[in-house]
């Protein structure tokens, strides 16, 4: 069974940095895209960046935050620079089998719990 363990939230002033992990247990996923998403108060979940065959950011995060993977410990990292309060929301790990990154979460069907990432102005 496919578990996924999200760390490294926190309060952060704007302009600092936050390094999230997901460890993923339960399956080799190597060849599996890693991807993170986002869900702020009152939104829909939104695809931040994912690591596959190649990585992808969306548009808001491009510069700013880096997606990164050890297929030796089965983690997934996002390397959060220059937050801003608008990057406030619970942030989500997402694995599909597969290594092409899809940004629509309904094509992962493994999830984690989330991580809360609070960004004060």
């Known amino acids: 069974q496919v578990q996924l363990v999200e760390s490294g939230g926190g309060l952060v002033q704007a302009g600092g940095s936050l390094r999230l992990s997901c460890a993923a247990s339960g399956h080799t996923f190597s060849n599996y895209a890693m991807s993170w998403f986002r869900q702020a108060p009152g939104k829909e979940r939104e695809f931040v960046a994912g690591i596959g065959v190649a990585t992808y950011y969306t548009d808001s995060v491009k510069g700013r935050f880096t997606i990164s993977r050890d297929n030796a410990k089965n983690t997934v990292y996002l390397q959060m620079n220059s937050l801003k309060p608008e990057d406030t929301a619970v942030y989500y790990c997402?694995?599909?089998?597969?290594?092409?990154?899809?940004?629509?979460?309904?094509?992962?069907?493994?999830w984690g719990q989330g991580t809360q990432v609070t960004v004060s102005s």
């Open positions: 997402a694995v599909r089998p597969s290594l092409v990154v899809l940004r629509g979460s309904s094509q992962y069907p493994n």
